[in-house]
């Protein structure tokens, strides 16, 4: 898949998700929010919380892997919790912070 950035970035919508069967894995993805600032992400997390249950109902399955194949891409594996999806898989540690709220 090729995608034509420009002309996802003319639609009137925040995000794109693309998903089908994957040959070596339950399903595959691509996330496109250009409207965010991101042309393509990585690996969304986010996105995963509503192709889980998709394909978990599609395959009959309630643990699932996942690949999202962007340029850098990355394997996710997805967990059927009753209403919630656990989401796991390897990372990389970008940021270390601390947020203080209050008054």
């Given at each position: ?9 003319a ?14 894995v339950?399903?595959?993805?691509r ?73």
């Amino acid at each position: 898949m090729q995608p034509d950035f420009p002309a996802i970035a003319a639609l009137d919508t925040f995000a794109i998700i693309a998903s089908a069967p994957g040959e070596k894995v339950d399903f595959v993805s691509r996330f496109f929010a250009p409207r965010a600032g991101i042309p393509e992400d990585p690996v969304t997390g986010s996105a995963h919380c509503t192709l889980a249950p998709y394909w978990s109902a599609r395959l009959r399955k309630t643990s699932l892997i996942a690949s999202q194949l962007s340029a850098r891409g990355g394997e996710l594996r997805c967990e059927m919790a009753g209403e919630r999806v656990l989401i796991s898989g390897a990372t990389v540690e970008y940021l270390r912070g601390e947020i203080s709220v209050g008054a």
